[in-house]
C-alpha cells in the first residue's frame, strides 16, 4: 500500500518538474507587428479618412474589401525583403511596394520566433493611373502597432 502511494506521489513530482514555463504560449504574448498605413491629403498635408475598395497582397492570398478609416495595419512578409500590395480607391488600383529588413527575435520553444522590420527609404509606389500622390515614411522602425510608419499622400 505504501509502495502504491510512493508511485503516484513518484509520477505527480515528475508530471510537475516535467511541464516547463515555456510550454505554454501566454495570450497577450509579442506577436509580429503590423505596418500601420496612414492617409494624407495631398492639398491641406492633414490626416483624411479614406474608403478603399479592395486592398490585395501580392504573392499573398488574401484580399481585404471595404475598407474605411485614417489608417490601415497590414502584415509584411518575413522571408522577404520586400512586401507588395494593390490598393483600389475609386476603381483605380496602385500599387505600394514596401522594402524592408527582417529582424527575428527568438521567444520562447512555445511562441516560437517573431518578427520585427525596419522600413527602407525606397519603399516606393507603381502607378497605374495614379491616386496615389506620395508616399512618405514617418517612422521606420516596426516594433509595435502604435505608431504609424507610413503616410499615403492622395
Known amino acids: ?3 502504491r ?3 503516484i506521489l513518484f509520477l505527480l513530482l515528475i508530471i510537475t518538474v516535467g511541464c516547463e514555463k515555456d510550454d505554454i504560449c501566454i495570450e497577450g504574448s509579442d506577436t509580429t507587428s503590423r505596418i500601420t498605413i496612414g492617409f494624407i491629403d495631398y492639398e491641406n ?9 479592395s486592398i490585395r497582397g501580392i504573392g499573398l492570398d488574401s484580399v481585404i474589401e471595404g475598407i474605411v478609416g485614417n489608417n490601415l495595419k497590414l502584415p509584411l512578409i518575413a522571408s522577404s525583403n520586400k512586401t507588395e500590395y494593390v490598393l483600389e480607391y475609386n476603381e483605380i488600383l496602385d500599387t505600394v511596394t514596401i522594402h524592408h529588413q527582417s529582424i527575428h527575435k527568438y521567444l520562447n520553444r512555445s511562441c516560437g ?3 520585427n522590420f525596419i522600413v527602407k527609404s525606397d ?12 508616399v ?17 499622400h492622395y
Open 45 to 53: 498635408k492633414g490626416p483624411k479618412s479614406i474608403s478603399l475598395k
Open 136 to 152: 512618405s515614411i514617418e517612422n521606420d522602425s516596426i516594433f509595435n502597432e502604435e505608431k504609424t510608419n507610413i503616410f499615403i
Open 113 to 115: 520566433y517573431i518578427s
Open 5 to 7: 502511494y510512493h508511485k
Open 1 to 3: 500500500m505504501i509502495k
Open 123 to 134: 519603399t516606393e509606389i507603381s502607378k497605374n493611373s495614379g491616386w496615389i500622390k506620395e
